[in-house]
């Protein structure tokens, strides 16, 4: 894809996240243009949130299924599992579009040392790779985790809403042991405080931390929540959470 389309910059994005009962984390390498942006966070329960935002390296690297950290006392290496995503293209604006592909509930596999505390990580988790033109002032708000249902199944999802969110074709998906299947639209609270379904079920979450980040470089302008938590509930079809782990976002941008 073009670094320009009609005057819109590329954005792309690829974003790997780990959710588990103890540890989760996020690593992301974020293109705007010719600007590089990368950022990571982990939460542990009831502890602090450590996290950065870099414009250089700042020693993270997400390429191809593997993500590393190695930075102010951190150090994280996870590889996800080979596996295939469910892809989209949308329209964004007059002239824009943007491609995805989501995955979740794959498992992510490796080890994190946060001050010298030592965790080996096998969860489950989630990737998104975006790449798109999209339009001057886009918001969204989303949703993404993992865990297992009652009946023992591994479960992930992907809910959206604000962009790419279209009654059908849309980049929602929920994979049950692997497989995916398109939910009908999510609503997900201002407060981000719960996800419902048009066609039934409810998630309600609680947060154990939150990366907030507010950014003014002129061209540029963003207002970002994304909470790490626990949710609880049912998914449509009647999928009934036993554990889920991961996180809600709110993202208001000028770029």
């Not at 295939?84 to 994190?112: F, I, N, Q």
Request: hydrophobic share 40%; net charge neutral.
């Amino acid at each position: 894809m073009a670094l320009l389309r009609r005057g819109r910059p590329l954005k792309h994005w690829r974003y790997v996240g780990a959710y588990g009962p103890d540890l989760m984390l996020c690593v992301c390498d974020v293109r705007i243009g010719p600007a590089r942006q990368r950022f990571w966070a982990v939460a542990e329960h009831d502890r602090p949130l450590r996290t950065r935002t870099t414009m250089g390296a700042g020693g993270v690297s997400v390429e191809g299924q593997r993500a590393t950290v190695d930075a102010n006392g951190v150090r994280i290496d996870v590889l996800v599992d080979p596996a295939d995503g469910v892809e989209s293209v949308h329209p964004s604006g007059r002239s824009g579009y943007v491609w995805t592909r989501k995955l979740a509930g794959v498992p992510v596999r490796g080890e994190v040392v946060l001050d010298g505390r030592r965790y080996e990580l096998d969860v489950l988790g989630v990737v998104d790779e975006t790449a798109g033109y999209h339009q001057r002032h886009t918001a969204w708000r989303w949703c993404a985790g993992a865990g297992r249902l009652r009946d023992g199944r591994t479960v992930g999802w992907n809910l959206v809403t604000g962009v790419n969110d279209s009654p059908k074709d849309s980049e929602r998906a929920i994979w049950v042991d692997g497989v995916p299947f398109e939910p009908g639209p999510a609503d997900i609270a201002e407060d981000l405080s719960a996800v419902r379904f048009a066609e039934g079920g409810e998630l309600r979450f609680e947060a154990w931390s939150e990366r907030a980040e507010r950014t003014n470089l002129l061209l540029i302008r963003s207002s970002y929540r994304q909470p790490f938590g626990t949710f609880a509930g049912f998914l449509p079809g009647d999928l009934e959470l036993a554990e889920g782990h991961g996180v809600m976002e709110w993202h208001d941008v000028r770029w």
